[in-house]
T-cell receptor, first 114, second 114 residues
Framework: DSGVTQTPKHLITATGQRVTLRCSPR?????VYWYQQSLDQGLQFLIQ???????AKGNILERFSAQQFPDLHSELNLSSLELGDSALYFC?????????????FGEGSRLTVL | AQSVTQPDIHITVSEGASLELRCNYS??????LFWYVQSPGQGLQLLLK??????LVQGIKGFEAEFKRSQSSFNLRKPSVHWSDAAEYFC????????????FGTGTRLTIIP
């Protein structure tokens, strides 16, 4: 158990819909990262938040947005969903700052868009 | 931009045999290198990391990796694999402390046969 909690574990929805994925980081971790894992793209970095502020941005679509709340949990919002958005979405956390660089991953949220 | 190549998509080895998974990276400065393992239905777990110093690093579960700057490689090895090592293995490169965004390779799926 990494200490990172993601909900929901599975989600099935239709094209054009909007979903929210939630992540609770390990206790004490200030950074949260979102990754998308799909068969054709592999593991792609989406976005990082550190203590509530956006820290780094990767290949995140404009239809996607994220935020980190004062209690440090994070949400990834995916809107106007397309079939190609079907993937496993991972959240990871780390202490942040000048640390070991070790990320602790949740078990992921599997999104299926029909 | 940093990148990682894992040339082997799938490797099959016999239980008790030795293992080497290949990883090549591209990065302009001294890289921070990682190997993560993903068991079925699980998130990623850190096996080992290299920041500096001794180029042979030891990790958990009996794994080790060697950093070779001249070859831009960071291959993962294990002298004797166990059936429980069957999983997907990801090599990753990080940029600098303070921003722990990792770039992952496409992964190598390891199958163990009796």
């Amino acid at each position: 158990d990494s200490g990172v909690t993601q909900t929901p574990k599975h989600l099935i929805t239709a094209t054009g819909q909007r979903v929210t994925l939630r992540c609770s980081p390990r206790s004490g971790d200030l950074s949260v990262y979102w990754y998308q894992q799909s068969l054709d793209q592999g593991l792609q970095f989406l976005i990082q938040y550190y203590n509530g502020e956006e820290r780094a941005k990767g290949n995140i679509l404009e239809r996607f947005s994220a935020q980190q709340f004062p209690d440090l949990h994070s949400e990834l919002n995916l809107s106007s969903l397309e079939l190609g958005d079907s993937a496993l979405y991972f959240c990871a956390s780390s202490v942040g700052g000048r640390t070991t660089g070790e990320l602790f991953f949740g078990e992921g949220s599997r999104l299926t868009v029909l | 931009a940093q990148s990682v190549t894992q040339p082997d998509i799938h490797i099959t080895v016999s239980e008790g045999a030795s293992l080497e998974l290949r990883c090549n990276y591209s990065y302009g400065a001294t890289p921070y290198l990682f190997w993560y393992v993903q068991s079925p239905g699980q998130g990623l777990q850190l096996l080992l990391k290299y920041f500096s110093g001794d180029t042979l690093v030891q990790g958990i579960k009996g794994f080790e990796a060697e950093f070779k700057r001249s070859q831009s490689s960071f291959n993962l090895r294990k002298p004797s694999v166990h059936w429980s090592d069957a999983a997907e293995y990801f090599c990753a490169v990080g940029s600098n402390f303070g921003n722990e965004k990792l770039t992952f390779g496409t992964g190598t799926r390891l199958t163990i046969i009796p």
